[in-house]
């Protein structure tokens, strides 16, 4: 190739439209979100007395968690897709676990000691630890996707993020289903589910995200 043809195709290469990496996340998250919540349909059902429970403060306060959870770990997520070293605002991940704990307290003060077990083993405490990793796997994978067109300067750090924003994401769908509202049952079940996948996507981040 001469010269002057290979700086045109540089030139063009450089002048092509290319979309933010912001845009490529968001647009990733709404995409495995969209197919997570195919795949809950095909294994799961909204519970039948999903409308009467919004009255229940402990149903609401699973959804406060999970997507107060969720929402702020976006903004860590875009920043975590960059080269740069910029301050990340981890504070904002306090949020969902104060309110947890303040739910957790009422619920102590609420209910009888003796009653305090049978609200933290709960009904469903397999199919939480089972179901909101495999309704993580799809928001996973097209984030994933979309990091790799980025430069994540912690590749880890970044892995770790798209998994608590992606198991916030299926925590949310599956509390749907979740007869379970206990936040006894929420802060033991939920929060280990959430941690699986947040050290699982930590370690596949680390490795596929280098660059």
């Known amino acids: 190739m001469k010269t002057d043809q290979l700086i045109s195709a540089l030139s063009a290469d450089r002048l092509a439209p290319t979309r ?20 809950f349909t ?6 039948a007395n999903a409308v009467e429970s919004l009255g229940d ?8 968690v999970t997507l107060g959870l969720a929402l702020p770990a976006i903004s860590l997520l875009l920043r975590s ?19 947890l704990g303040i739910g957790v307290a009422s619920e102590l003060l609420s209910i009888p000691p003796a009653a305090w077990s049978r609200r933290l ?20 994978v097209w984030v994933f996707a979309a990091l790799k067109r980025g430069a994540p300067e912690r590749p880890g750090v970044a892995g770790a993020v798209s998994g608590l924003v992606c198991s916030g994401i299926a925590a949310a769908l599956y509390a749907t ?23 699982i996507a930590s370690f596949v981040g680390s490795k596929v995200l280098r660059w």
């Open 42 to 47: 095909m294994l799961l059902t909204v519970r």
């Open 177 to 199: 289903h979740c007869s379970d509202d206990s936040p006894l049952f929420v802060a033991t079940w939920y929060v280990i589910a959430v941690g699986v996948v947040t050290l």
């Open 81 to 99: 897709a960059r080269p740069l070293s910029v301050r990340m605002p981890w504070w904002l991940l306090l949020i969902a676990p104060s309110i």
């Open 57 to 64: 403060w402990r149903f609401v306060m699973k959804f406060i």
């Open 121 to 140: 083993i709960g009904h469903n405490a397999m199919y939480c630890l089972t179901l909101i990793p495999v309704l993580s796997i799809a928001p996973l």
């Open 20 to 39: 933010p990496i912001d845009r490529s996340i968001l647009i990733a998250l709404l995409g495995g979100s969209a197919l997570a919540a195919v795949v």
